[in-house]
């Protein structure tokens, strides 16, 4: 059964550091692409970040790039992201997803994790 | 990047079919037939329905389905039940710096 654990969110103040990760099980991880997704309270789904299963292939939104950096431990199963000068409207619940059929910088995501909340606020 | 457009919410009767329209650009949903839906219940983590425009994962229930016309993708959902009531998003390649956008999603009420 694929799973997919989100860690390390909580508060931090506007300016500050947070690295989320992102245990998986179930499958042999380094054979997917893997994915940030993020869904600010009562909002909708943005998506925030790609990386391909051999972290080839980096990709991110506008809205993160230059402060977010996402990578992967496949010898751990694991992947991240490192968030840095967090700002207000980062406040989400983040998702790790499985990504499936990399063509373009786009992949659609198969299984994904319950999410983990952050929070920016002072 | 701007968003995809969805309609806010949309409504029907049990065993009724409801289709949610998701638009875009030549530049992102019309370029290539890279379209994927979702479905996320209260509380819930999303779920896969369609890839690929029209493609059904195993175990996604043959009551949804998809399709696409230029700039514009569908998601209709046939048979309606009580449990089809959710948030539904549609999801696209995004042009050369987005590459990946989402709708706004639209809430579907089984009345």
């Known amino acids: 059964e694929v799973q997919l654990v989100e860690s390390g969110g909580g508060l931090v103040k506007p300016g500050g550091s947070l690295r989320l990760s992102c245990a998986a099980s179930g499958f042999i991880f380094s054979n997917y692409n893997m994915n940030w997704v993020r869904q600010p309270p009562g909002k909708g789904l943005e998506w925030v970040s790609s990386i391909s299963s051999r972290s080839t292939n980096i990709y991110y939104g506008d809205s993160v790039k230059g402060r977010f950096t996402i990578s992967r431990d496949n010898a751990e199963n694991s992947l991240y992201l490192q968030m840095n000068s967090l700002r207000a409207e980062d406040t989400a619940i983040y998702y790790c997803?499985?990504?499936?059929?990399?063509?373009?910088?786009?992949?659609?995501?198969?299984?994904w994790g319950q999410g983990n909340m952050v929070t920016v606020s002072s | 990047q701007s968003a995809l457009t969805q309609p806010a919410s949309v409504s029907g009767s049990p065993e009724q079919s409801i289709t949610i329209s998701c638009t875009g650009t030549s530049s992102d949903l019309g370029r290539y037939n890279l379209v994927s839906w979702y479905q996320q219940h209260p509380g819930e983590a999303p779920k896969l329905l369609i890839y690929?425009?029209?493609h059904r994962p195993s175990g996604a229930s043959d009551r949804f389905s998809g399709s696409k016309s230029g700039n514009t993708a569908s998601l209709t959902i046939s048979g309606l039940q009580t449990e089809d009531e959710a948030d539904y998003y549609c999801c696209s390649y995004g042009g050369t710096s987005a590459y990946v956008i989402f709708g706004g999603g639209t809430r579907l009420t089984v009345l």
């Open positions: 997803a499985r990504g499936r059929s990399f063509r373009y910088g786009y992949n659609y995501f198969d299984y």
């Open positions: 690929d425009v029209s």
